[in-house]
Each structure stands twice: as C-alpha cells, then as structure tokens.
C-alpha cells in the first residue's frame, strides 16, 4: 500500500511541477492479462496451466528547451498466487515487486541536430540480434540529415570487483565497458542501411573483444527484403559474461521478405545461428519457438559451440475483417534436434485500444516427446 501511495504522490508532484514551468508530460502505455495451457513444456509429459498480469505506464516529461526524461513503471507484473500480494513483499529482485520501474534516463539536445542521453535506458538494435535490452548507458546521437542518422554511445557493463577493496578501502578499479558507433542511413532509392560497431573491454578479466551486427532492406516487388548478419567474437564475449570459457566466435545470418497481397501479409524467413549464437531470446520468435509471441517458448532458436542451426520459416496474417485477422506459421529448425512448429493465433479487435488473441501451437520435436500449448490474451495499449 506504501508502494501504490508513493508512486500516486509521484505523479501529483510530477503534474504540479509541469504545471508551473508548462512543460508536458504525456502518459501511455499497455496492459494485458493472460491465461496459458501447455503440455510437455512446463512438465515433462504431462500438462498445467497458469495465469498471469501486468499494468505499464510509460512516462514521458519535456521541458520548455527540449530536455526530456523518460521511464517506465511495471505494476503487479506476475503469475497469479505468486508474489503478487501488496501486503507481502519477500523478494529481493524486480520480480518479486509488485511496483518497480525497469528503465528511466534524462536527455537534452544540444544542437538542433545532437541529442545527449544518460540513464538506464532501452536498447533496442534488431529482433534478431538484440531488443529492448536495458543498459546502463550514455549516448550521444547526431542527426546529420533527414535520412542519415549516427552516434555512438558507452555501456557499464560492471563497476568494481572483489579485488578493488580492501576491507572498506578501494585499492584498485576494475571496471567492464562497452564502447559502440552506430550509423543508420536512407538512401535515394528507399534502401535502409544500419552498421552496428561494439568493443568490450573489462579490466576484470583483462580481455576486449569485438561484436557487431549490419542489416539492410529494400523494396522488393510488393514487399521488403530484409538481410542481417551478426558476429560476436569470442574475446567480446567472455568480457561481457567476465567468463574465459567462450572458445568460439559466434555468427547469425537472417534473410527475410514480407509484403502485401491484398488481405494477406506473409512472411517467409531463412536464416542461421553458429557456435553459439542466439537470437534475441525474448522478442524474435513465433509461438512455441523463440518467445516474440508469447511467454511459452518452448524451444529456443540458437545454437551450440562447434555446431550449426539453419531454419526457415512460413507465416502469413489473413485480415478477415475490420477486427478480426487469422496468423498462420510453419516453421522448421535443423539443430542438434530438430524442430517443426505449426501454430495460429486468431485475434479480435474489441474496442479501440482492446483486443483479445487466442493461439494455439504444436511443436515436433526429434528426441523428446512432442508439445503443445495454447494461449488466450487480453491486450489494452492506451
């Protein structure tokens, strides 16, 4: 109750303020309530079913110059009959809080054209390799013309270790740091081009490396295509993880079009992971591979040191009607196991703001008992 008296205090004292000094503060945001079935995912050869929620309310504040600050708070974000009582508070990570704020970071342009934020912010690069990631971060954007956009930006990876102290005096400074360039360019001819340049140096386990990813797209008859690769060096890799066991270099390729045809929308995929790599585990995906779709996630697209993984995939979004549309997807994974998942979701416009989507998916698997899961989801963005 503490919490849910604070954070109302929070937003007066916010409205007050803005109120004085007329500068805006706009609040959205997303909410949605959830109920899940799954059998052989969450116990092996047998079924359950859960429930869970969540409230969102992004805040965004601007000031009169153009400074602005952004965050976002989560409220009762869980699974029912855990951990979601505000009278009891056992947890000591987010995820046992029924109130916390998973990002906030100030920003003021200095220029017209440069822009210099700081905080703990979103990081967003490409679904496939990396999405809505939080970082503590400063960065520095210019944008040079309307399609041409380029910056760069510092990531704390850790402050401090063990060793720097001795008792309560600090001996020594070993800190882990990310240092990247990116340039995001539009040419004459509708072409997208963006280059990704990270180095990652940690004086905790004295060792840099390098990683990147690049991704362009273009028009293609009625659609787009759209190609990327990523690479993360071994060195880079073990720096970020303060680990000296990554032997292999890691790359991700992805080739994808999708376009329109009339009421339809399909998507055809191919792509492929080696030594190691993985696709963003939280936001590339389908229903019952990868976890874009859903919470099931019941196989992951990476793969393993030493090993390749290749997939395709085949999805199209048939739009019925004004509110209603039916997605279809068949996608095949050729791993150290390999995978076919068939699935459909089939979503209903309620209201402006409102939809519900049920889904349902069967995942073959090679050397394990086959899945199947389904999901029915209330989604409300305001």
């Known amino acids: 109750m503490k919490k849910v008296i604070v954070t109302a205090a929070a937003f007066m004292m916010v409205a ?24 052989n995912i969450k116990i092996s050869d047998d ?21 602005f600050a952004k965050a976002r708070i989560r409220m009762i974000d869980g699974a029912f009959g855990m951990d979601n009582d505000p009278r009891v508070q056992t947890g000591t990570d987010n995820s046992k809080e029924n ?30 390799f990396g999405w809505d990631a939080r970082k503590d971060r400063v960065k520095l954007t210019y944008k040079a013309s309307k399609s041409l956009v380029m910056g760069g930006y510092m990531d704390k990876i850790s402050e401090n270790d063990a060793n720097d102290f001795v008792g309560s005096t600090m001996v020594d400074d070993n800190d882990a740091n990310l240092y990247a360039y990116f340039v995001k360019n ?17 004086d905790v386990n ?8 690049l991704n362009v797209s273009t028009k293609v008859g ?19 993880k303060n680990v000296t066991t990554v032997s292999d270099d890691q790359i991700g390729v992805l080739v994808s079009w999708n376009g329109a045809m009339g009421s339809m929308k399909p998507t055809v995929m191919v792509g492929m992971a080696k030594d190691g790599f993985a696709a963003d585990p939280e936001d590339f995906g389908w229903f019952m591979i ?13 793969s393993v040191a030493g090993d390749e993984t290749y997939f395709g995939a085949f999805s199209n979004t048939f739009k019925m009607s004004e509110k209603t549309s039916l997605t279809g997807n068949l996608v095949y994974v050729d791993a150290v196991n390999h995978l076919v998942e068939v699935s ?17 998916g069967y995942l073959d698997r090679e050397n394990s008992s086959n899945a199947t899961a389904a999901l029915v989801s209330l989604d409300i963005t305001y």
């Open 290 to 302: 990868g976890n874009s779709a859903s919470a099931i996630a019941a196989a992951k697209l990476n």
């Open 186 to 202: 539009t040419l004459a001819n509708g072409t997208k081009v963006a280059l990704l340049l990270n180095y990652v140096n940690s």
């Open 16 to 39: 007050g303020v803005a109120s004085v000094a007329s500068a805006t503060v706009d609040l959205s945001g997303n909410a949605r309530a959830r109920m899940f079935y799954t059998d």
């Open 99 to 128: 109130i916390y704020v998973d990002y906030a970071w100030v920003g003021v342009p200095l220029t017209s054209n440069l822009t210099l934020e700081a905080g703990y912010m979103v990081a967003s690069w490409s679904h496939y």
């Open 206 to 213: 004295d060792t840099d490396g390098f990683l990147g990813d």
């Open 222 to 240: 009625d659609g787009t295509l759209y190609g990327e690769i990523g690479y993360k060096s071994s060195d880079s890799l073990n720096a970020l």
């Open 47 to 67: 079924s359950e079913s859960h429930y869970d929620s969540r409230v969102r309310v992004n805040v965004e504040a601007k000031s009169n110059g153009g400074a």
């Open 344 to 360: 459909a979701s089939y979503a209903y416009a309620v209201s402006d703001g409102a939809t519900i989507t049920m889904s349902a």
